[in-house]
């Protein structure tokens, strides 16, 4: 039978001793080098506030060569253009700048009308339609929004893959927030049928880099909303709708930025 000498078993305990202190050094040091960096909690914060939008790009469709639909007497064009300057009068009544992608009967392209947009840069942008169908029953008014943003320009996605923007990326909240307040504001201001709001990737909503919303304010093939439509002081009432949606918008992002209004985590 072997018998270890005293003096061998102590060294032995003592380089288990050095081996135990050395792994819970490596451990401490381990566990300091996997643990996630402290700035990642700061990610957990609300964004930094930014101040609303002070722009509104009002966007009456077709113009020009373009007439839109026309129905029952009633020419798109010229039904937008004038919706489009009693959004911009209320607006500016409340001290908003408005942009207009066209102040007359003149024919912008789709592509120039999201530049203008583009080119403002805290703005959101409201595009004026009126609709048709095969249907002569189908009636009310819907607002569209593009659920997801067109890419960013070819140049910075070619080489930058994580920046291209496929229909992965989250739905475009901003865009579907004001699209409902718009409509429900219409509708509240118009007892137009409700039609709700919808996603849909209009070129011209989904090439504009902001809160971008389509209305189609009503049916040239219906008879009552035809009626409607033919009536200014009815315009009036849309327009004052649009402009109201707008407005409540701008507050819900307003009350966002008061200081009580953020949910900061408490740790
Ligand atoms: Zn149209």
């Known amino acids: 039978m072997f018998r270890r000498n005293p003096r061998a078993r102590t060294s032995e305990r ?22 996630p960096p402290r ?8 964004p930094p506030p930014t101040a609303p939008f002070a722009v509104v790009v009002i966007d009456p469709g077709h113009g020009g060569q373009d007439s839109g639909t026309t129905k029952s007497g009633l020419v798109e064009k010229e039904l937008t253009l004038d919706v489009a300057h009693r959004i911009e009068r209320h607006l500016q009544d409340r001290g ?17 009308r999201a530049t203008i947009a583009n080119s403002q840069s805290e703005s959101v942008f409201v595009s004026i339609h009126f609709d048709e169908a095969g249907r002569s029953a ?20 070619s080489w930058l893959p994580f920046l291209q923007r496929t229909s992965s990326e989250p739905p475009n909240i901003e ?3 004001l699209a409902t307040f718009i409509q429900e504001s219409l509708v509240a201001n118009t007892q137009a049928t409700n039609r709700g709001t919808r996603p849909q990737q209009f070129f011209v909503i989904a090439n504009v880099h902001h809160p971008a ?40 992002l307003l009350d966002k930025h008061t200081p009580l209004a953020v949910d900061l985590p408490s740790r």
């Open 39 to 46: 700035s990642l909690t700061r990610l957990e914060l609300p």
């Open 14 to 35: 003592s380089l288990l001793a050095w081996l135990g202190l050395l792994l819970m050094a490596v451990s401490f040091i381990w566990l300091q080098l996997t643990a």
């Open 138 to 157: 189908a009636t009310g008014i819907e607002t569209y929004y593009a659920a997801h943003p067109v890419s960013l320009p070819e140049r910075i996605a």
């Open 96 to 112: 908003l700048v408005t942009v207009m992608t066209r102040a007359n009967d003149t024919y912008v392209s789709l592509a120039d």
């Open 213 to 252: 919303v389509l209305v189609e304010g009503g049916f040239l093939t219906n008879k009552d909303d035809a009626v409607k439509l033919a009536n200014a002081e009815y315009r009036e009432q849309m327009a004052a709708g649009i402009a109201q949606g707008i407005l409540q918008y701008r507050d819900t």
């Open 175 to 177: 865009s579907q927030s």
